[in-house]
C-alpha cells in the first residue's frame, strides 16, 4: 500500500503558485520523495524528486520538511496544462514505485 | 531520460483471448516494471521484470494470468491472458531511473475486452 497522504483535490487560479502538500511520516533514511503527475490518458510524467535538500528545477520545487515527515510540491506559476492528477511517492532509491490515490490539482482561469 | 516505445496504444479483445504488450527502451535499463490502471483509479504496481530471471509479482497478481518476459535489458512483454471485461485498463511499463531523473513510463495501452 502506498504510504504517502495527500489531499483528494485542490483548485488554482491561472497564474498564481499551487502549493501540493503531502505526509510521508514513515520515510526512511534512505527514501526519496519523487513527484510525479498524469495528465488525462498519458502516461505519468516526472517531475522532481528529494531526498534531505530543497529542490528546484525547470517545472518545479520540493520543499522538504527537516524531519523530512512532509514535502510540498510548488509549481510556481500555474497554466491551464498543469491541470492533472500529482502523486507524492516514496520509494528506496531504485525501488518500485507504489502509486496513492493522488491530489487531483484543477487550474481555472 | 530514457524513452519508452509501448505498442500497441490502444487494442480492443475478445474474452477469453490474450494480448501481448511491448515495451522498448532505447537504452540499457536494469529493472522494468508493469502497471495496471483501472478506470478512474491510480496506478497499481502488477510486476518487477527482471532481466534473467523469472518476474516478481505483486500481491493479486499471478503468472498465469500475467505472464511476463524480459529477454535482455532494453525489452520486455507483458501478456494478459484469458481476458474478461474486469481486464479493461491502461497498462503501462516503467524503468527504473538515476540519481538525477526519476522513473519513465510508457504511454500505455488501452485495452478494451468486449
Known amino acids: 500500500d502506498a504510504k504517502t497522504t495527500q489531499p483528494p483535490s485542490m483548485d488554482c487560479a491561472e497564474g498564481r503558485a499551487a502549493n501540493l502538500p503531502c505526509n510521508h511520516s514513515?520515510?526512511?533514511?534512505?527514501?526519496?520523495v519523487y513527484w510525479y503527475r498524469q495528465i488525462h490518458s498519458q502516461g505519468p510524467q516526472y517531475i522532481i524528486h528529494?531526498?534531505?535538500n530543497n529542490e528546484t528545477n525547470e517545472m518545479a520545487s520540493l520543499i522538504i520538511t527537516e524531519d523530512r515527515k512532509s514535502s510540498t510540491l510548488i509549481l510556481p506559476h500555474a497554466t491551464l496544462r498543469d491541470t492533472a492528477v500529482y502523486y507524492c511517492?516514496?520509494?528506496?532509491?531504485?525501488?518500485?514505485?507504489?502509486f496513492g490515490a493522488g491530489t487531483r490539482l484543477a487550474v481555472h482561469p | 531520460s530514457a524513452v519508452i516505445s509501448q505498442k500497441p496504444s490502444r487494442d480492443i479483445c475478445q474474452r477469453g483471448t490474450s494480448l501481448t504488450i511491448q515495451c522498448q527502451v532505447d537504452?540499457?535499463?536494469?529493472?522494468m516494471f508493469w502497471y495496471r490502471q483501472q478506470p478512474g483509479q491510480s496506478l497499481t504496481l502488477i510486476a518487477t521484470?527482471?532481466?534473467?530471471?523469472?518476474?516478481?509479482?505483486e500481491s493479486g497478481f499471478v503468472i498465469d494470468k500475467f505472464p511476463i518476459s524480459r529477454p535482455n535489458l532494453t525489452f520486455s512483454t507483458l501478456t494478459v491472458s484469458n481476458m474478461s471485461p474486469e481486464d479493461s485498463s491502461i497498462y503501462l511499463c516503467?524503468?527504473?531511473?538515476?540519481?538525477?531523473?526519476?522513473?519513465?513510463f510508457g504511454s500505455g495501452t488501452r485495452l478494451t475486452v468486449v
Open positions: 516503467s524503468v527504473g531511473g538515476t540519481e538525477d531523473y526519476g522513473y519513465t
Open positions: 514513515t520515510i526512511s533514511g534512505n527514501e526519496y
Open positions: 528529494g531526498l534531505k
Open positions: 511517492i516514496e520509494s528506496g532509491g531504485y525501488n518500485k514505485l507504489i
Open positions: 537504452s540499457q535499463v536494469t529493472m
Open positions: 521484470a527482471n532481466q534473467g530471471s523469472e518476474a516478481t509479482y
